[in-house]
């Protein structure tokens, strides 16, 4: 029917074309065979009556005889007549030249006409094909949307248990011993749509340890505060999944006499108080028991939860023996020693440059055994004895490389860091060691003397340290040992980890590290601590979420920033149409209706496909996000082989250039369109006019324009209607970072970003569009400048917008940029950098740039644009310019001490078709 229809449709307009056409030819064949004709028959005519005049006046001139018989009144006569005939003679001729010339000019307005006709034509022409290409795009979205006959899955109701957990009770001892996910977790109360609820015991409500045993008081305010922050908490225990109870760190003193260790009393964890909490349940599911002690009370393999029956309750904590670690149920974590949160990046070290004063350092101390000796042949104690030994000597051999050993502490000035059991005691205060570990490229951690021990606080406390400092942390003993969260960690990439037998080729191995590997690994660390290790609330929110991933429940979405409009009920914009000059003769796509792309689409899936990517590299695995720039693409060929729905393939497949290419988007990614964020500050015909531009624009799904004026716009405005929505939002104050608002209206993953003073032509806008959608983790865009290296201090950067074929950034003033990072921008940058742009009022591209090359290690790319591209931003008086630079250049120092630097961007230039 449709097919009819349109074939019916193209008939008709080819009709109306050849119509027009056959009118036009016929009036042109008219006026070219008319207009001589008639010039013809005057000029013959005129000819022929002169012919005779002349004629009959040779006539008597040539025959004076005949004169003779002509009377002198017949001669005045024909004189006369002859003077009338000429007169009128005469004036027809004027006559006919007038006509002459009249039909000339008519004869050129005429061709005037059909030259404009055909122009018109032409212009119709395209407007029919931009036409045809819309009709058939949305003919396609159409079928697609019949065919898709299952609506789109929604997240169903969300699915909470609403009974406390039964009473069971524990069937055997062993189970606790035993216990695995699959046989001591309840499933039943953590629904994949629950949001994963997080119950918390109020530690004072609810004490679980012994009398004279506590909780430490800032741990537990601390740790109280950290939940709160986390989105996952819930106050009602009905709906919980998971309990959380805090124990550990015991305040009793073990430094006392300790005769009477084996007495009950000084087991700190409270059995019958564990068993009495009110959702217990009898058996401890789904409990967790959080032991963050930043000391190892453990003395000689024993630990807090030695002689207590925890029933099927999960344990958390840093000290570990192989016998009481149940792989895949307990988690090992890394104690506590940071601040209770926010930033952490003052903290950090610089990442260059690659090689430190010390190839390899350590400091501490192998303390024979206090509360408990250890024995005497234990094999290890003896390896470590003749590590030592190796690596004292290792330090005085001569080689150009150096390194720091200290074995014995100094207990006049070192803090009291022997955390209680026999082992590698720290030495020095804790700024001795962290200046020790700034000067060292590597750093030696001695896995616990105990071959029973997995992991130990002391440990995982020199690994925090190492890190912070970015220190490579080289293992002796790896192979005994785990690390914090290694089920979600890929600690291999941060740490060297090595069976104690190798000390002996440890030199040669480090020296093997070129830098690139040295600063990949550094970076790394950095990656780590910052994110999982950091600070009370990194590890609270790491715990949570390593549970939780355990489950495969997806994270809480992330909050957007809700988009208030400036414009309130009472008062509606005025709208009106505009016509700009058109801009463009060719059509560049479709103009389609707005078309969101496709958000929380793989709530379930991305865990399982890129897990270890988003906790090790560019994700986040604490906030769910509507989509990432590297979702992963089908195959090129899957299109064509049943995965064929969104898709815009150029030629339906066959490719090709020009008209073909122009009706579809074609790429590896299903059809979308952009946003256009505009930010404006008081500059309101700017704004408009610019607005008034992008007027058929393809492929343009709304335009969001910041207000950052806190007057509203003058009620007097005639906003451009351009056919797709104008949002325009109120910003809470006037700053710069509102440039990357994640707006709960960006409905796109694509976002143009653009100064409300850009001029981009449309094709521009489109092949930036298109480069983008393949290179979507970047920013893509025109104006591109870079980052130079002053050779005149030698110490510092600036920042340089001459043009040059070097380019590390792409301002934001014309560029594409996923929405992702628009989140980013307010998750991962530090407070400072965003204060450093409200300082300068200034920076915030730069910002930016940094951040997303700190995401992806990769340099942004730019899009040729005409050479008329003005430079936003930049401006326009000289004085203004130099402050504007200077500040620039201040920005990227500042910057680079807090995102990594370490990869220089190199140029991209992609050319545009024209
Ligand atoms: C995924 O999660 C988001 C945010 O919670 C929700 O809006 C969406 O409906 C979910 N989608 C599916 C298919 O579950
Ligand atoms: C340690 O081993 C040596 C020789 O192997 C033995 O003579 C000595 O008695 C052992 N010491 C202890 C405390 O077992
Ligand atoms: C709505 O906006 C108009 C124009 O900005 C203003 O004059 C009016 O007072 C506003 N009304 C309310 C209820 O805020
Ligand atoms: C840019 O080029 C001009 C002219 O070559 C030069 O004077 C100026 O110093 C350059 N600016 C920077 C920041 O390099």
């Known amino acids: 029917m449709g097919h009819v229809n349109e074939t019916n449709r193209k008939d008709f307009v080819q009709n109306v074309k050849h119509l027009r056409l056959s009118r036009l030819i016929v009036i042109l064949s008219l006026i070219l065979f008319i207009v001589p004709l008639i010039t013809h028959y005057y000029l013959s005519s005129v000819e022929l009556s002169s012919d005779r005049i002349t004629h009959n006046a040779h006539s008597h001139v040539d025959l004076p005889e005949d004169l003779n018989f002509l009377s002198e009144t017949d001669l005045k006569s024909r004189i006369d007549e002859l003077l009338r005939i000429k007169g009128s003679v005469s004036s027809e001729l004027r006559d006919m030249e007038n006509k002459r ?53 929604a997240l169903p109701k969300k699915l909470v248990a609403n009974e406390l957990p039964d009473f069971l009770p524990l069937s055997s001892k062993t189970v606790s011993k035993l216990c695995r996910l699959s046989t001591c977790f309840d499933h039943s109360r953590c629904s994949l749509t629950s949001g994963f609820p997080v119950y918390l015991y109020s530690p004072d ?18 740790l109280k505060q950290a939940l709160g922050y986390n989105p996952h908490l819930t106050s009602n225990p009905k709906e919980a999944c998971i309990y959380l109870v805090l124990v550990g760190e015991a305040l009793k003193d073990f430094d006392q ?25 009898g058996d401890g599911r789904n409990h967790v028991l959080l032991n963050l002690a930043r000391r190892d009370l453990s003395v000689n393999s024993k630990d807090l939860f030695d002689g207590v029956d925890t029933g ?200 093997t590290f070129p830098d690139s590997d040295i600063l990949l690994m550094r970076r790394q660390g950095r990656l780590v601590w910052e994110r999982y290790l950091a600070s009370v609330q990194s590890t609270i929110d790491t715990i949570i979420a390593v549970i939780r991933d355990r489950l495969n429940i997806p994270p809480l979405p992330v909050e957007s920033f809700p988009a208030l409009s400036v414009f309130n009920e009472t008062f509606q914009p005025i709208r009106t149409v505009v016509n700009v000059e058109e801009e463009q003769d060719e059509s560049l796509g479709p103009l389609e209706p707005p078309y969101n792309s496709p958000a929380f689409k793989r709530n379930f899936s991305l865990m399982l496909t890129q897990g270890y990517e988003i906790w090790n590299d560019w994700g986040d695995p604490f ?43 074609g790429g590896n990614y299903p059809r979308e369109q952009f946003t256009i964020l505009l930010l404006t500050y008081e500059r309101d015909q700017v704004l408009l006019d610019s607005i008034a531009r992008l007027r058929g624009l393809p492929y343009l799904n709304s335009v969001l ?67 983008w959608r393949e290179y979507r983790d970047r920013i893509v865009g025109f104006p591109g400048r870079y980052h130079a290296w002053d050779i005149n201090t030698g110490n510092s950067w600036l920042y340089n917008s001459n043009y040059s074929c070097e380019l590390s950034m792409v301002l934001t003033g014309a560029a594409f940029v996923h929405r992702h990072y628009f989140y980013l921008y307010w998750k991962m940058l530090p407070q400072a950098i965003r204060d450093k742009v409200d300082e300068y009022m200034n920076c915030e591209d730069i910002a930016m740039n940094f951040l997303v090359s700190h ?36 920005c990227i120092n500042f910057f680079s001490t807090f995102l990594l630097f370490n990869c220089w961007r190199f140029f991209q230039v992609l050319y545009a078709s024209k």
């Open 101 to 153: 010339q009249k039909l000339q000019q008519e004869l050129q307005q005429y061709s005037r006409q059909i030259e404009q006709l055909k122009q018109e034509l032409a212009h119709q022409q395209t407007e029919l094909d931009k036409l045809k290409i819309s009709v058939q795009q949305a003919q396609v979205a159409q079928r697609e949307a019949l065919e898709q006959n299952s609506p789109e899955l």
């Open 205 to 222: 409500q609810y004490p679980v340890m012994n009398s004279g045993w506590d909780v430490d008081g800032f741990l537990k305010t601390t």
């Open 257 to 281: 006499p300790s005769e009477d260790i084996s007495y009950s009393e000084n087991i700190p964890l409270n059995s019958e108080a564990l068993k009495h909490l009110p959702y217990w349940g």
């Open 312 to 511: 099927r309750a999960i344990l958390v904590q840093s000290t570990f023996t192989y016998s009481r670690f149940r792989s895949g149920f307990d988690l090992i974590v890394s104690p506590v020693i940071g601040p209770p949160g926010g930033d952490v990046w003052q903290e950090c070290a610089l990442m260059l440059p690659a090689r430190r004063k010390n190839l390899l350092s350590f400091q501490g101390e192998l303390k024979s055994a206090r509360t408990v000796q250890i024995k005497e042949n234990n094999s290890q104690y003896t390896l470590d004895n003749f590590i030592q030994k190796h690596l004292k000597e290792l330090s005085q051999t001569s080689t150009s490389d150096k390194f720091y050993f200290e074995f014995e502490c100094n207990p006049a000035v070192d803090d009291n860091m022997n955390l209680g059991l026999t082992d590698w005691a720290l030495c020095g205060t804790d700024s001795s060691r962290r200046a020790l570990l700034r000067e060292s490229t590597f750093v030696l951690v001695f896995a616990p003397v105990s071959s029973e021990l997995i992991s130990t606080s002391l440990l995982q406390a020199r690994v925090y340290e190492a890190l912070r400092s970015g220190a490579i942390p080289v293992i002796l003993g790896g192979d005994q040992i785990r690390l914090a969260y290694d089920e979600v960690i890929q600690w291999r990439r941060v740490a060297i980890f090595l069976p104690r037998a190798r000390v002996t080729e440890l030199h040669f191995l480090l020296r």
């Open 623 to 665: 906030h769910l996000y509507p989509s990432l720039p590297k979702d992963p693409m089908l195959p090129s060929d899957a299109k064509f082989m049943g995965s064929e729905r969104g898709f815009r393939p150029i030629g339906l497949g066959q490719g090709g250039a020009g008209k073909e290419f122009s009706e579809a988007l």
């Open 705 to 771: 324009v910041v207000w950052n004026s806190p007057k509203p716009p003058s009620p007097e405005l005639r906003w451009p209607d351009i056919g797709v929505p104008v949002h325009v939002i109120k910003a809470a104050r006037n700053s710069l970072n509102n440039r990357f608002l994640p707006l709960e209206n960006l409905n796109t993953e694509a976002i143009l970003s653009v100064d409300d003073d850009a001029h981009l032509r449309h094709d521009e806008i489109l092949f930036g569009f298109r480069v």
């Open 855 to 890: 995401v992806t290690r990769q340099p942004p790319v730019k899009v040729t644009s005409r050479w008329t591209f003005r430079c936003p931003g930049c401006p326009q008086s000289l004085s203004e310019d130099d402050t504007h630079f200077r500040e620039r250049h201040k």
